[in-house]
Antibody
Framework: QVQLQESGPGLVKPSETLSLTCTVS????????WSWIRQPPGKGLEYIGY???????NYNPSLKSRVTISVDTSKNQFSLKLSSVTAADTAVYYC??????????????WGKGTTVAVSS | QSALTQPASVSGSPGQSITISCTGT?????????VSWYQQHPGKAPKLMIY???NRHSGDSNRFSGSKSGNTASLTISGLQAEDEADYYC??????????FGTGTKVTVL
């Protein structure tokens, strides 16, 4: 059974860099694409971006200048860095499995999410 | 990329059917068969319900069905039950090779 678990600091200061890691168990990270999604308190889901097994990435244009997603195949993990954070980046951050590059384009397994607050 | 448009709320009585719309553009919903629907209960992660417009995710109830016409996709819940009360989000693959989510719909069972 595939499971994803987000980890990282729950509090980040304004202007600093938010860093989160997603650990994948029950599947090889070298098989599919892997995504990050976030949800501000009381609001909807926002797609952040993805990385594939070879390290290729693609980001939401609205966040592209501040986002970096990387992968560590030796640890079966992928990570998110979001720079120059403000209070607007306060959200629950989810990682998810994206079934590309198969014929299926959707996210079928999600982590439970981790809450990150941006505050001084 | 702009969020797909969904009604903020939809309600229905137990046993009734409700439909949630999801409107995008030719660069997302209208251009691809890759529309999916997620159910989210409070404090929980989203759960995949429908993929590729109308395919039910394994193990999910057949009371959930999806369709698409032009730039608008729809999710229908038939035989509404109390456990269906949740937020629902559509998602579409886009011409930028990423995904975009809908604004979300709160379903209330009266």
């Amino acid at each position: 059974q595939v499971q994803l678990q987000e980890s990282g600091p729950g509090l980040v200061k304004p202007s600093e860099t938010l860093s989160l890691t997603c650990t994948v168990s029950g599947d090889s990270i070298s098989t599919y694409y892997w995504s990050w999604i976030r949800q501000p308190p009381g609001k909807g889901l926002e797609y952040i971006g993805y990385i594939n097994y070879s390290g290729s990435t693609n980001y939401n244009p609205s966040l592209k200048s501040r986002v970096t997603i990387s992968v560590d195949t030796s640890k079966n993990q992928f990570s998110l860095k979001l720079s120059s954070v403000t209070a607007a980046d306060t959200a629950v951050y989810y990682c998810a499995r994206d079934l590309r590059p198969t014929a299926y384009y959707y996210m079928d397994v999600w982590g439970k999410g981790t809450t990150v607050a941006v505050s001084s | 990329q702009s969020a797909l448009t969904q009604p903020a709320s939809v309600s229905g009585s137990p046993g009734q059917s409700i439909t949630i719309s999801c409107t995008g553009t030719s660069s997302d919903v209208g251009g691809y068969k890759y529309v999916s629907w997620y159910q989210q209960h409070p404090g929980k992660a989203p759960k995949l319900m429908i993929y590729d417009v109308s395919n039910r995710h394994s193990g999910d109830s057949n009371r959930f069905s999806g369709s698409k016409s032009g730039n608008t996709a729809s999710l229908t819940i038939s035989g509404l039950q109390a456990e269906d009360e949740a937020d629902y989000y559509c998602s579409s693959y886009t011409s930028s090779s990423t995904y975009v989510f809908g604004t979300g719909t709160k379903v209330t069972v009266l």
